[in-house]
């Protein structure tokens, strides 16, 4: 639908009614009094440091900001500048990301961190498409970038404000398909002067005030202009096309503790699913796991440490993660091998004193905490269900 038919159907919205076009002025002067305080923000009047928006850009992908502060503040401290973080290995940064979920943006964090200082000197580039170029920057980061470091007339579109943009014109056609709609819409309100801000506005209205459940609308700067809190159903917009589940995958971890106290552990491959990470040996992960089968994929212990004797217990119950697109179940089996036996191959023994500085997943706290309830592992929590 265009701009001009969405205008006359919000004239449409309530009988004998015409609603006034929401104007960026009003947005913007309800965020001059209400913004939210966030630790990457540049104060009132101020340019915001390219370098810490798009650090945290990257890290708020599909995490909130109460998760992401914390690490931020870290990053931060520990990096700089680009340069710094460009010049440490990449264990170091996944071990300093490990808990935030989401494992791909660390290493994109990373190689993109590289792909700046060397093609572009170190400079984050000011354009969209320069920017898209870059590792773990895609077109909603981009705009982002773009709008709130150098006021780039964008706005980028992510969940709140799609919710934002389909209230306030009573979007119709569901998401995902609504998607190009409410881009379209959203650059159209977009004002030529102070666009970082009128983003961050955005984001800020939609994360506090025209939230998924129960919209605050009477505190909102746009209720008279409104399309669909005229047609009293605010809360049902954006509407979306169900979506289906992914299927239930399960398998077996094998947590193998060492007499000397360390415990074994491998290092996942570089790419894919919590790529570079740490983890326990497990099965595949398979939606026809059959459990009667799962010892064929425990760890072989070489000569005199032979599988057959390494008696392996199954824990009680099972570890339950959700990823973005399945969720898993983990049956947990541990044993107990001799002082200074040799890891298998592929694996390695690490310290339980050491474990907490390890690239652990969240999926690999919940198994080391699950297998090992009555060790000091239990100092290592579980986190949030992410991938
Ligand atoms: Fe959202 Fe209500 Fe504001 Fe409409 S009036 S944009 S539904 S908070």
Redesign the pocket.
């Known amino acids: 639908m265009t701009v001009a038919a969405k205008t006359a159907k919000r004239q449409r919205a309530k009988p004998g009614a015409a609603i006034p076009s929401p104007q960026p002025t009003e947005l913007l002067a309800w965020y001059d009094r209400h913004r939210r305080k966030l630790p990457w923000r540049a104060a009132p009047g101020r340019r915001a440091d390219a370098y810490r928006v798009w650090l945290s850009e990257i890290m708020l992908q599909q995490t909130t900001v109460k998760a992401v502060a914390p690490y931020y503040v870290r990053f931060l401290a520990r990096w700089p500048d680009i340069r710094a973080l460009a010049a440490t290995p990449l264990d170091e940064v996944l071990k300093t990301w490990a808990g935030l979920g989401y494992y791909a943006r660390a290493r994109n964090l990373h190689a993109c961190a590289r792909a700046v200082v060397e093609r572009h000197g170190g400079k984050i580039p000011v354009s969209q498409a320069a920017l898209r170029d870059l590792p773990g920057i895609g077109t909603y980061t981009a705009a982002a970038i773009a709008a709130i470091a150098f006021d780039t007339r964008v706005t980028p579109v992510d969940g709140n404000i799609e919710r934002?943009i389909a209230?306030?014109y009573a979007v119709d056609t569901p998401l995902p398909k609504a998607k190009a709609e409410i881009s379209r819409l959203a650059q159209a309100l977009t004002p030529p002067r102070r666009a970082g801000d009128f983003a961050q506005a955005m984001m800020d209205?939609g994360a506090t005030?025209?939230t998924p459940k129960r919209?605050?609308?009477a505190l909102?700067p746009?209720?008279d202009s409104?399309a669909?809190?005229a047609c009293g159903d605010?809360e049902t917009f954006p509407q979306r096309t169900p979506k289906r589940e992914g299927e239930l995958r399960r398998g077996a971890a094998f947590v193998a503790r060492r007499a000397d106290g360390f415990v074994l552990v491998r290092t996942r491959p570089p790419k894919g699913l919590l790529g570079g990470m740490t983890e326990v040996p497990t099965t595949a992960w398979t939606a026809d796991f059959q459990e009667g089968n799962a010892l064929k994929g425990a760890p072989h212990f070489p000569t005199s440490m032979s599988k057959r004797h390494v008696a392996w217990q199954r824990r009680p119950g099972v570890v339950r993660h959700v990823f973005t697109h399945f969720p898993l179940e983990l049956t947990v089996y541990v044993a107990d091998v001799a002082a200074r036996a040799p890891a298998p191959t592929g694996t390695r023994w690490t310290g339980i004193a050491e474990l907490a500085g390890e690239a652990l997943p969240s999926l690999m706290r919940k198994v080391l905490a699950h297998a090992l309830t009555s060790d000091r592992i239990r100092k290592i929590q579980p986190g949030k269900d992410q991938s």
Do not use: Q, S, Y
């Open positions: 934002v209230r306030l209205l005030v025209c919209p605050a609308c909102c746009w209720n409104c669909a809190r605010a």
